[in-house]
């Protein structure tokens, strides 16, 4: 097995204890590396891929990559980050994200390399003194040292026991899959260690904890799905690729160390985005796809293949704005349902690229080119 320990640690934040790495790659064999991943959404994106890199990393030296995916602590939700108790997802859904997701990790993980893993299949089976046992492992002291427990609880805001077991059984994800290396964002870093926490009481040797940073949205904010300000991997070619090219140029640098995991090149920021986007394309859906997307964004956004006198109209208040009704009022749409049916079929883009939401963010459609079909096209613009 290669080892090279930079290359296994490259962008890691945490990695803890000092030294244990370098234990663990000379057990001699293949280390059990596990990503807990707790299924809300069926939604994977670059921000997301990260820590699946490091998997990658270790999987590409001859090490195991464990994806265990929270079948049964999803029915809970982890509260990392969370100033109140998250909703609980049905079964169908859970099983439904459960798929997207992986199939969109293979684009990044090695999938003859990875056990997937439904942690249901151990949670299920603890009998109520099982429970307890695992509840005698961390105090409650421990757990209020927490931030966002300790925040709450100052507050006053309600803690549910459920999310105070939450931590004990991600930790004993590791113990049932005996994870000699736990990777996660660095909002993960309290329920990895407690994981070691765990594993120790249960008589295995701790596994090693590595955190990997958060990566921003390309708008410079906290990336999330109801911003819309992250590149998805299941999105379309042409939507990844547009997205990629409206990166803040302050934040160039952060995304090709994340992302593309190589120095930001120097000179040119439009050129770097074009070498950033078609690297985010190819990966996603090939070099032909990556090759396409970019002729699309040179046509219809840096040409602006649109006519020379757009008329303009002021964007209505409210955020988000409903697109189905703003298309009526302002472009002529005839309904509400054909304008929800041109959306669907991909024809509506703001700024060149098909807008499939109904509500959007205020702050990407102000300025932004609306086009619905090939021949209605408006400026909108702040009142």
Known sequence: MAVDVDTLTRNAVDVLPVGALEKKLKLG??????????????????????PLQRMRAFQDAGHQGVLIVGDYTTRIGDPSGRSTERPILSEKEIDRNAKAYFEQAKQVIDPDRTEVRFNGEWLGKLDFAEVVRLTRTITVARLLERDDFAKRFAARAPISLSELLYPMMQAYDSVAVEADVELGGTDQLYNLLAGREVMQAY????????TTPLLLGYDGRKMSASLG??????????????????????????YYTLVMEQPAPTGDPLEAKLELA??????????????????????????????????????????PVHLPALLVDLLGIGST???????????VRVNGDAESDLDVPRERLEGALLQAGKRRFLRLTAP
Do not use: C, W
Not at 203 to 210: A, E, R, S, T, Y
Not at 339 to 347: D, E, K, M, P, V
């Open 278 to 319: 078609r690297f985010v394309v190819r990966r996603s859906h090939g070099e032909e796809a990556a090759r396409r997307a970019e002729e699309h964004f040179t046509r219809v956004v840096r040409e602006r293949q649109a006519p020379e006198d757009v008329p303009e109209a002021p964007l209505p208040p409210g955020d």
């Open 203 to 210: 008589g295995l040797d701790p596994q090693l904890v590595l």
């Open 229 to 254: 300000n992250y590149i998805g991997l299941a999105e379309p070619a042409e939507e990844q690729f547009g997205k990629a090219m409206r990166i803040s140029d302050g934040l160039l640098p952060e």
């Open 337 to 347: 349902s054909e304008a929800r049916r041109l959306i669907q079929q991909g024809a």
């Open 29 to 50: 064999r293949p280390l059990r590396v596990k990503l807990g991943i707790d299924v809300t959404s069926p939604d994977v994106h670059i921000g997301h891929a990260i």
